[in-house]
């Protein structure tokens, strides 16, 4: 047997070791007291290698975790943790013999507390290894990486609440809270576990979504989502799937036998199915009539009787032709009489009474008391005219082509009102086939009565406003028109790739009424409006439901329908057609970035020590800010800082929040992690309106109400933003603040010439006097130049009047800003006498 000689290690531990070692295999030793010469078996020449290595562990509230290692042939064993060697005392050893092949082995054993983990706060994590000796050299286990367990309470995104036809697919999302390890999903219907092995009409997505392939009758019920780890088990609120029929026609009967009057009719039932839970009825007609040939009608004999019949009918139409024409004649006569006083004047008039006159010039008092004439037909206008602007100005009445003066005489328009209830309306309007489209949600919704002379809806604090522009609606007909947000929950909006919504979804309708001239929508969008990073599309929905690309910014052509202008943060459409829009980006490089809003609300009274801190990153857009603030409101939530805008890049990286540099002798973060995260494509789809995280903080005391703390927003190698945050909990104790709300005071329908800041008869004139081209410039082109709007001249140039065009932009841009007497010093600077109606002495404003 050979002789070798083994060092000590330790001076402490090593001899203690060694001679366990040396007496454990029976050899006998002689030495110094630094090394020791014995002899070995002949398994000394090898590595030990582990029959057990560590594996990782969570820690399930306070309770300690156990790791293990397990080495032959092995002198010692150690563990290092984090990179620093155990201490011996915590080590628990066993030593055995493998009664295989005689070998020793060495177990050792130790215990990992929740304070050793906690005690590692930031991006690392806690890991521990063994590290075996044997006489030849040294081997390490594979790390074991120790966590704490933890499932928080509220889920990310929670199934919400639908009505679904018999044999749709129906789609419930749900996103589990947060959790270490991540937890684990299963649905349940009515407090029944779903299995979709047992119900194949039933299928849960790799992301823990539900889906009904084909919904039935049976589906509907109560729908909750539940996470559950080996710490808790968390149930989200429970969404009622309404699974509703709609009627469908049975077969036509056959048709009758062909009447007295020459006609045959048919009929069918709306029985199959009948409609049910909420269905709609079927539409269409339920009676059909045709006129029969001449070989199927009664055949009668024509005799006297029948001569003097048909003598008679002649004589009576004849009578009623000459009635008719002798009207005609006496309604003209009268009313060349009433032109004469009326014509245009009563539209000039009304294009000044927003602004009112001055009462000191007595010669034009009676303009006040001239009401303008709204209908070109015997037919009442039914709309409501408000004035937005102030009535203490004056205008310098200089003489013109335009200000000739007026009869005097007034002439009254009863205005008929619209029903102040957004339901009655509704529910007035869905018994109509054409108003089909009518959105059920009226929360968010305008409507109005317009007619030739054109107006404006605005749904309040959203930024979307449509824009009817004169002689958009032909004469002679009148539209009750609608304008509302829909909610993205609601819609399937298909998104492929690196697409992402980039604006609200609206609509305004009902679709397919004629229009002689584009309306112009005006919606807010998120992205960075540089259209070098984006290919923009513009889509609509069609009446079937799906969505199509009707336009890609950039490569318009003068014969579409649509035309779109990106502004910085809004976006206007001009459309021919109404129906439901939206915006829709696909990134075409890692720089194109979305705006996001990052909002902080707490909690507006605390009894408590936990204290909540809520961050929303929202989209940048009015509408959703909006649904957000009166979200906020019914929680009694507050605002505690000015909102921050983050450009968040298609980058593929999260989002991460973290909260620091508070005050530790007072307060402290339950939050288990150094930051919270949000995934990048929660946020790039756009599909969730509003993503937030909550930090839970705790005051060591109930006296405690100063926070000072900053908490950091950043996008994982990418742009960051941060809120230093300084305030008391206790003295603002006011939930979100109504009036914030309803900033955006306007009326929400303005028909007429109230809706515009440019007179009817005004713009008339401006548009004959620039429509045609001059050969010094001075026409619609320089107008668009002086108005900064020369990127169009391609879409103005290509309408049968550049001008209105211009005009009407210029309208949807500055309804709320514009400066009408900005407008007139460009007219003043072109060199058109139009320009002096505009004037107004600043002594007089």
């Given amino acids: 047997m050979p002789l070798i000689v083994v060092p000590f290690v330790r001076r402490r531990l090593g001899e203690t070791l060694l001679v366990f070692w040396l007496s454990f295999i029976g050899v006998t030793c002689t030495g110094s007291e630094h090394a020791a010469t014995a002899t070995l078996p002949a398994f ?96 390490k286990s594979q790390k074991a990486y120790i966590r704490i367990a933890y499932l928080r309470k509220n889920f990310e995104e929670e199934p919400q609440a639908k009505e679904v036809a018999l044999d749709q697919e129906v789609l419930l999302r749900c996103h589990p809270p947060e959790g270490v390890p991540p937890a684990e999903v299963e649905w349940q219907r009515n407090e029944d576990v779903i299995d979709p092995q047992t119900d194949p009409n039933f299928f849960i997505t790799a992301d823990n979504n539900l889906v009904i392939k084909e919904a039935r009758l049976a589906d509907t019920g109560n729908y909750t989502c539940v996470a559950k780890n080996i710490v808790a088990r968390r149930k989200s609120n429970s969404a009622t799937v309404l699974i509703y029929v709609d009627g469908g026609w049975s077969e036509w009967s056959k048709w009758s036998p062909c009447g007295a009057d020459c006609s045959m009719w048919r009929s069918r039932e709306c029985t199959q199915p009948s409609p049910g839970t909420g269905g709609k009825d079927c539409q269409g007609l339920d009676l059909q009539s045709l006129n029969c040939t001449s070989e199927q009608c009664p055949q009668t004999v024509s005799g006297a009787e029948d001569v003097a019949l048909y003598v008679g009918m002649v004589a009576v139409a004849l009578c009623l032709t000459l009635l008719l024409i002798t009207v005609v004649l006496v309604y003209r006569r009268k009313k060349a009489g009433l032109d004469a006083d009326v014509a245009d004047s009563s539209i000039l008039t009304t294009g000044f009474q927003p602004m009112g006159i001055k009462p000191s010039k007595p010669e034009n008092s009676h303009l006040l008391t001239i009401q303008p004439d709204l209908t070109t037909t015997t037919t009442s206008y039914q709309g409501t005219l408000r004035s937005r602007h102030d009535t203490t100005g004056k205008f310098s009445m200089t003489n013109g082509p335009l200000l000739d003066p007026l009869p005097k005489g007034s002439h009254t328009l009863h205005n008929g009102k619209l029903s102040s209830n957004p339901t009655e309306f509704v529910s007035r309007l869905s018994t109509q086939s054409y108003f089909k489209t009518l959105p059920r949600d009226v929360a968010n919704t305008s409507y109005g009565t317009f007619n030739f002379l054109g107006g404006r809806l605005t749904v309040p604090n959203t930024g979307i406003s449509l824009l009817i522009p004169p002689e958009a609606i032909p004469r002679g007909k009148i539209y009750e028109i609608y304008l509302t947000v829909q909610k993205k929950e609601d819609l399937r909006l298909p998104l492929a790739g690196c697409q992402t919504l980039l604006s609200p979804v609206v609509s305004c309708g009902p679709q397919g009424v004629v229009l002689s001239r584009p309306v112009i929508l005006s919606m807010d969008h998120c992205s960075d409006a540089c259209l070098d990073n984006w290919a923009v599309r513009l889509k609509k929905q069609n009446y079937e439901g799906a969505w199509e690309d009707v336009l890609l910014m950039g490569e318009e052509l003068a014969s579409d329908p649509y035309y779109c202008q990106l502004e910085a943060e809004t976006c206007q459409l001009f459309s021919e057609q109404l129906g439901t829009f939206a915006l829709v980006g696909e990134s075409l490089h890692m720089g194109a970035a979305k705006r996001l809003r990052l909002v902080l609300f707490s909690d507006a009274y605390c009894s408590t020590l936990e204290y909540n801190i809520r961050v929303y990153c929202m989209d940048d857009t009015q509408d959703v800010f909006k649904e957000v603030m009166q979200m906020e409101r019914q929680l009694g939530g507050r605002l505690i800082d000015e909102p921050h805008v983050l450009l968040f890049k298609d980058s593929y990286h999260n989002l991460r929040l973290s909260i620091h540099d508070m005050p530790q002798a007072h307060w402290r973060s339950k939050l288990l992690a150094g930051y919270q995260e949000i995934p990048f494509y929660h946020i790039w789809n756009g599909s969730q309106r509003y993503l937030h995280c909550t930090f839970t903080l705790e005051r060591l005391s109930l006296s405690t109400c100063e926070l000072t703390c900053q908490l950091c927003v950043w996008q994982v190698e990418g742009e960051g933003q941060s809120f230093t945050l300084d305030f008391n909990i206790a003295k603002d104790t006011r939930a979100v603040d109504s009036e914030f709300l309803l900033m955006d005071s306007n009326a929400t329908a303005l028909a007429g010439p109230s809706a515009f800041q440019i007179p009817y008869l005004i713009r008339q004139k401006i548009c004959s006097s620039l429509d045609a081209p001059c050969p010094n410039g001075a026409d619609w082109r320089m107008l668009a130049q002086r108005l900064k709007l020369e990127r169009h001249m391609s879409f103005f140039a290509s309408k049968a009047s550049p001008t209105s065009a211009i005009l009407d932009l210029w309208e949807a841009l500055h309804f709320h800003s514009g400066n009408i007497n900005q407008l007139a010093a460009v007219m003043a600077d072109i060199g058109k006498q139009e320009a002096m109606i505009f004037l107004v002495s600043d002594g007089e404003c």
């Fill in 44 to 139: 000394s020449d090898l590595l030990p290698h582990f029959l057990v290595e560590p594996v990782d562990e969570y820690i399930v509230k306070n309770k300690p975790v156990t790791l293990a290692c397990r080495s032959t042939p092995a002198t010692q064993i150690y563990f290092k943790c984090n990179g620093e060697w155990v201490h011996q005392d915590d080590h628990l050893i066993e030593r055995t013999v493998d009664p295989a092949t005689a070998l020793p082995v060495m177990q050792v054993t130790i215990e990992i507390t929740r304070q050793q983990v906690e005690k590692v706060f930031g991006l690392d994590e806690y890991w521990c290894q063994c590290v075996a000796w044997s006489t030849t050299g040294t081997q």
